[in-house]
């Protein structure tokens, strides 16, 4: 089975520029995340979805962050314009199913091998 | 505000010994709890994940959760230089289903 695939792996640019970033979530798995991990943090939930809908964006910054999931498939972040303190790693995962009915193993996460985003 | 909260470390533990490691979650809500290890440089993998008060065991790893004292912990027997990792707890709240990971201890195995 095919993993999390995310693209670019390593980005350089400069305060200001645009910049985004493609996911493909493990196929058949409803549930897409994009994480934020600052160096030396623990992973910071920036937007999930639910197939092609927005279960949660409170801790995205909306001014300058932005994410589609268009056919409940592959999903892009982009930031635009970029901080210097935007400089961090991106982690996409997903997850068969994250219900309301009770725990369960669908709700365990996989995570890509994320894209390295410097800003200078 | 959501919180998961773990000692960041280092902890520093003998080759042979067992390693430790606690996680706090504020949400009394929360149902579901995971331990993902995490090496420098790579992403999170999942170790371990406990729904019910009690103790889980899977080899050498042991997760305890405790829901009325809002704990869980990570248990590592027999600790190898190449657990030395990064250990991520994370919470997921059902109801509002909402994902929350703490920051991390960082445990170091000596040989």
């Known amino acids: 089975e095919a993993g999390v695939a995310q693209s670019p792996r390593y980005k350089i640019i400069e305060k200001r520029q645009s910049v985004a970033f493609w996911c493909n979530p493990i196929?058949?798995?409803?549930?897409l995340y994009w994480y934020q991990q600052i160096l030396g943090q623990g992973p910071k939930l920036l937007i999930q979805?639910?197939?092609?809908?927005?279960?949660?964006d409170s801790q995205l910054p909306k001014d300058r962050f932005s994410a589609e999931r268009l056919k409940g498939v592959d999903s892009t972040l982009k930031i635009q314009p970029a901080k210097l303190e935007d400089s961090a790693v991106y982690l996409c995962?997903?997850?068969?199913?994250?219900?309301?009915?009770?725990?369960?193993?669908?709700?365990?996460?996989?995570f890509g091998p994320g894209t390295r985003l410097l800003v200078l | 505000q959501k919180e998961v909260e773990q000692n960041s470390g280092p902890l520093s533990v003998p080759e042979g010994a067992i390693a430790s490691l606690n996680c706090t979650y504020s949400?009394?809500?929360?149902?579901?709890f995971f331990w993902y290890r995490q090496y420098s440089g790579k992403s999170p993998e999942l170790i371990m994940s406990i729904y019910s008060n009690g103790d889980k065991e899977d080899g050498r790893f042991t997760a305890q959760l405790n829901k009325a004292s809002q704990y869980v912990s990570l248990l590592i027997r027999d600790s190898q230089p190449s657990d030395s990792a990064t250990y991520l707890c994370?919470?997921?709240?059902?109801?509002?289903?909402?994902?929350?990971f703490g920051t991390g201890t960082k445990l170091q195995v000596i040989p």
């Open positions: 949400d009394r809500g929360s149902q579901s």
């Open positions: 995962a997903s997850s068969f199913f994250f219900g309301t009915s009770g725990p369960s193993l669908q709700e365990t996460q996989y």
């Open positions: 979805f639910q197939n092609n809908g927005v279960v949660d």
């Open positions: 994370a919470v997921n709240e059902k109801l509002y289903q909402k994902v929350t």
């Open positions: 196929s058949g798995h409803a549930t």
